[in-house]
């Protein structure tokens, strides 16, 4: 039976009228909310309350745990234990394993069993911990999706559209999901834009983490130069990269109550694989760091980049022991810039420096994953692409940090 | 008491409240770019991030005083409920981040803090949001007002 236009309305028409219940649709204090936070004039004002709800229980939680307890308990029981147990303070194995015999604090020791571990169970988890459920319970109430819309038109300026600010989120918790987030981006040219610009200029949780308890008077301003960057870089790229950047729909769920079950197995879900991927790297960043200054290799390094760390960057030639580090896990090369001996401008410029200068070995394994999904040439195209980024941004965007740094007269 | 009659006074209740909101917002802002702090009896203008603090306290002020307009109209009461509730994220966030510091022994003390520590570390002064969020909790009512639905506009 073959049904003509005007026919098959009608039969629609027939089928929806015993079906279709209508009514008048009374809009709740749920959805006024919902509509009043994807409106720029009253979204922007609430997503700086969110930012700033963040920030805040961000520091106090992470501060409770590592201030008031973790740096106790590493510093007062663990390290003087250490000390006394550890045979042969003069011999490889306890500068390896213990550090610096005599060292008042994990801060200073600099071994695999103390700033190692104190980074990465003291410092960093705490940090990934309060990340992760904020994060978790934004998601879970609907307000992520909100974000999306809110900052989609600002995001299009730069090639990307409002489903970006995921992958963003995600990576300052860690790189690694962020890299894999990509992939609800629509085209090949945004999902290189969005991987390159943050393995460059969005730091991790981790690193914000040590970033907070050690610098803390400089964490806001360094945010917001990387950001700035991240603005800057993806206009020019968007210019530069052929490819297209359309548009989308987006639905947007209604507001929820967070299960707290669910919250509860996300955190569990996301702060376990911190675990399995990123301790292991931060006690081998330890090995690797320590190795390098017993053989003296460390300082042969430090001679060969002397003209480049001093002489453009501005900062001392130590730097080069972090930069190492910074290569395995940023949180150690951030830890390990904070006990040197520095003027502000020079601990500023190191810090954009790390976070700026090679994404972390996990990222990087990550970007050759998400490469290999269109063979060698997509691993090709995404490493030499991200490498160009990388060091064209290094150079061009530090060199500005230095002038404001200097217009500003901050040594 | 009629919706008609919680609205007329909501409207006279949150009027003052959105201006207490936007002078300390601006007081705050002040503050904050001339990087100067004021202490006035149990009333702190300082902190890590005043400014922070003090534009989202501008923008609830403001927020809070367009809505008074048609306040029955329940887009206008959503307005009220996110500028309080602007209010509230920065108050909790600030008793959470006192409950975070009186816990622990500091520094030089024990594991946990001695009684007059812990009791020491909720003493004033306050920022402005905490002193504003009792008298924001007021649009709890008028959320409970609009759960029962009576007070919904159809479009």
């Not at chain 1, 210019?239 to 669910?262: C, F, S, T």
């Not at chain 1, 990123?278 to 330890?286: K, T």
Request: one cysteine or more.
């Amino acid at each position: 039976m073959k049904l003509t236009i005007d026919e098959r309305w009608e039969l629609i028409d027939r089928i929806s009228r015993q079906t279709v219940a209508f009514g008048g649709y009374k809009h709740t204090l749920k959805d006024a909310i919902g509509d009043l936070t994807v409106k720029p004039l009253t979204g922007i004002p609430i997503a700086l309350t969110v930012l700033y709800g963040f920030w805040s229980f961000f520091c106090s939680f992470a501060g409770f745990f590592t201030d008031g307890f973790m740096v106790k308990i590493f510093d007062d029981h663990w390290l003087p234990w250490l000390m006394e147990v550890f045979p042969d303070p003069d011999g490889w194995l306890f500068k390896i394993f213990v550090g610096e015999y005599g060292a008042e604090s994990c801060f200073e020791a600099f071994g695999v069993l103390t700033s190692g571990l104190f980074v990465a169970v003291g410092v960093v988890l705490p940090a990934i911990v309060a990340f992760y459920l904020f994060l978790i319970v934004m998601e879970d109430t609907g307000y992520l999706p909100r974000l999306a819309v809110l900052i989609d038109t600002l995001l299009h300026k730069i090639g990307l559209h409002g489903f970006a600010v995921v992958p963003m989120i995600l990576s300052l918790g860690c790189n690694v999901p962020g890299v894999t987030a990509t992939r609800n981006l629509e085209t090949e040219k945004q999902r290189f834009m969005m991987i390159a610009l943050l393995s460059v200029f969005i730091p991790c949780g981790a690193q914000l983490g040590v970033m907070l308890e050690l610098v803390p008077e400089y964490v806001g301003w360094i945010m917001i130069f990387l950001i700035m960057g991240m603005f800057v870089f993806g206009f020019i790229l968007n210019k530069l990269i052929p490819g297209r950047a359309p548009e989308i729909l987006m639905d947007v769920p209604p507001y929820r109550k967070p299960r707290w079950r669910n919250v509860g197995n996300k955190l569990w879900m996301r702060t376990s694989s911190f675990f399995t991927t990123a301790i292991p790297f931060v006690l081998l960043g330890v090995v690797l760091v320590n190795l390098m200054y017993l053989t003296g290799m460390m300082d042969r390094l430090a001679t060969v980049f002397s003209p480049l760390l001093t002489g453009y960057f501005g900062v001392p030639e130590e730097t080069v022991a972090p930069l190492v580090a910074g290569f395995l896990r940023k949180d150690l090369a951030i830890f390990q810039l904070a006990s040197m001996e520095m003027t502000a401008g020079q601990l500023i410029t190191s810090i954009v420096l790390i976070s700026l200068y090679f994404p972390c070995i996990a990222t990087f394994a990550m970007i050759i994953r998400e490469g290999w999904s269109s063979g060698w040439k997509g691993v090709l195209k995404y490493l030499a692409g991200s490498l160009l980024v990388l060091g064209f941004v290094v150079f061009v965007w530090v060199g500005v940090l230095r002038i404001i740094l200097m217009i500003m007269g901050v040594d | 008491m009629s919706n008609g009659t919680a609205f007329s006074y909501g409207r006279m209740y949150f009027a003052p409240l959105g201006l207490a909101m936007l002078a300390f917002g601006c007081a705050q802002i002040i503050l904050g770019v001339a990087g100067r702090t004021y202490t006035w009896g149990l009333m702190d203008l300082s902190g890590e991030f005043m400014l922070w603090r003090g534009v989202i306290l501008f923008f609830a002020g403001f927020i809070l005083l367009s809505s008074l307009k048609d306040f029955s109209n329940i887009h206008q009461q959503g307005k009220m409920v996110l500028a309080n509730g602007m209010v509230w994220v920065i108050a909790c966030m600030e008793i959470f981040a006192m409950i975070a510091e009186s816990v622990p022994g500091g520094e030089d003390g024990g594991w946990f803090n001695t009684l007059d520590g812990f009791l020491g570390a909720y003493a004033g002064p306050y920022i402005p949001s905490l002193w504003l969020l009792p008298f924001s909790l007021v649009a709890l009512h008028y959320i409970r007002l609009s759960r029962r639905g009576s007070n919904a506009v159809i479009p």
